[in-house]
């Protein structure tokens, strides 16, 4: 059974920093893809970030560019997320996301397996 939890959120300052971190557990596949995805209130989730276990280039939604980093460790099947120069509009529930494969476009529907979220609140 897979599992991801996720840990890190909180409220922060316009101009601050988090870390997010999602340990999984249960994953079978070395190549599959992990992924970041955010909701805030009324607006539908979107991707953030994403990446693949087994290597290759990162996907990064254009509004987090150059502030927010996703990375892995293959070791501790963790996959974080480094969100730096927040700003208030990266205000929501932060869920990490599993695919069972290889994710090739970084959608909602390429994964399989989400967590619990974990909100994140950038004040002004």
């Known amino acids: 059974q897979v599992q991801l939890v996720e840990s890190g959120g909180g409220l922060v300052q316009a101009g601050g920093s988090l870390r997010l971190s999602c340990a999984a557990s249960g994953l079978t596949k070395s190549s599959s893809g992990m992924g970041w995805f955010r909701q805030a209130p009324g607006k539908e989730r979107e991707i953030v970030a994403a990446i693949n276990w087994g290597g290759g280039s990162a996907y990064y939604t254009d509004s987090v560019k150059g502030r927010f980093t996703i990375s892995r460790d293959n070791t501790k099947k963790t996959v974080y997320l480094q969100m730096n120069s927040l700003k208030p509009e990266d205000t929501a529930v932060y869920y990490c996301?599993?695919?069972?494969?290889?994710?090739?476009?970084?959608?909602?529907?390429?994964?399989?397996?989400w967590g619990q979220g974990t909100q994140v609140t950038v004040s002004s």
């Open positions: 996301a599993a695919a069972k494969g290889r994710v090739v476009v970084a959608t909602t529907t390429a994964f399989d397996y």
